[in-house]
């Protein structure tokens, strides 16, 4: 979802109802569109410099979660030993 | 008499019912190993970020998945297997793993869901965190910030960032409705956002907010 970065010169820097459009923009984010979300969303970063910078932080949050948190190798005997339990439960 | 004889036919009907949707010995392991088995990696890092123990994660996936194989007939084929062995997991954890936990209780997690307990929320503009210094960090950095947070608080981000659920499917995992999983979620990531300012202050960062805050 690659956004229209154009310079800031042209938005506001106070952002009116900066609850509703926030959450707006964190359940877009998180996949949970609205009716017609999109359009609002997309002229509010065009418009809006509180909801653009939100926007932005907000969306980095999720990609570093995705992608940078560390994860745990499944210990190698895990699947065979519950294998074995249900085998000993039948 | 007329009433015995109703309830005994709605007796048989949902007796058939149960009968129909038992899986045969074959279909259970069908559907276990081809559903449920190939969710052990995300099962297993779940059970890891709530324990925060090799051993203690194990006992809880394997107990899931034990759970998971006795009770096979309540699970629907076609259905999300994912998200129903993830209830299971959770619902074993607050069960049986915090009671018996080594670890002190989270005297935090009350303290902050007594105080946190609504569905309203103030947003706020944090301007002084920079999209650009979060995509910085690295990422020891993010895992700490995300293993500091309260268990719930934790679970939300966990379950959407990480493993990608719906608010649909988180509200039916954690058994609250989804404005509550949209609160919960949007407070986690604030709380998220104070440790990551402190990193990004502590490791010089480019942050707006120039005082020197010296507490981290």
């Known amino acids: 979802m690659e956004m229209n970065t154009e310079s800031a010169g042209e938005r506001k820097l106070q952002c009116s109802d900066v609850t509703k459009c ?25 418009k809006c410099q509180p909801c653009f910078e939100h926007y932005h932080l ?3 949050i999720r990609e570093v979660l995705k992608t940078k948190c560390t994860k745990q190798p499944v210990p190698s005997e895990l699947s065979d030993s519950i294998r074995q339990k249900i085998q000993d439960i039948l | 008499m007329l009433r015995y004889n109703l309830s005994q036919s709605l007796l048989l009907k949902l007796m058939s019912e149960v009968q129909r949707r038992k899986y045969s010995q074959e279909e259970k392991n069908t559907i276990f190993d081809g559903e449920f088995m190939p969710h052990i990696d995300s099962m297993y890092n779940f059970a890891y970020r709530l324990t925060f ?9 394997q107990d899931t998945y034990l759970k998971a194989y006795r009770f096979i007939n309540s699970f629907e084929q076609g259905t999300n297997a994912k998200a129903w062995l993830f209830r299971i997991l959770k619902n074993s954890f607050i069960n049986e793993y915090r009671k018996k936990s080594k670890q002190p209780t989270k005297v935090d997690y009350q303290e902050v869901e007594t105080y946190y307990n609504s569905d309203d929320v103030d947003y706020q503009s944090t301007t002084d965190l920079r999209a650009e210094s979060v995509k910085d960090m690295l ?4 895992s700490n910030a995300l293993n500091s947070l309260a268990v719930d608080f934790r679970t939300v981000i966990i379950l959407c960032d990480l493993e990608g659920f719906t608010y649909e499917e988180m509200a039916k995992i954690l058994d609250i409705p989804i404005g509550t999983v949209r609160s919960r979620l949007h407070r986690a990531r604030n709380l998220l956002k104070d440790k990551l300012r402190g990193y990004a202050q502590n490791m010089g960062y480019n942050t707006e907010g120039e005082e020197e805050e010296a507490e981290f």
Do not use: C, H, R, T
Not at chain 1, 23 to 42: A, F, T
Not at chain 2, 53 to 61: F, M, T
């Open chain 1, 22 to 46: 926030f959450e707006l923009l964190e359940s877009i984010l998180d996949g949970d569109m609205i009716q017609g979300g999109k359009e609002i969303m997309n002229d509010k970063l065009a």
């Open chain 1, 58 to 60: 907000e969306q980095a």
């Open chain 2, 53 to 61: 123990d090799e051993d203690d994660a194990k006992d809880l996936v």
């Open chain 2, 139 to 142: 990422g020891d950095e993010i």
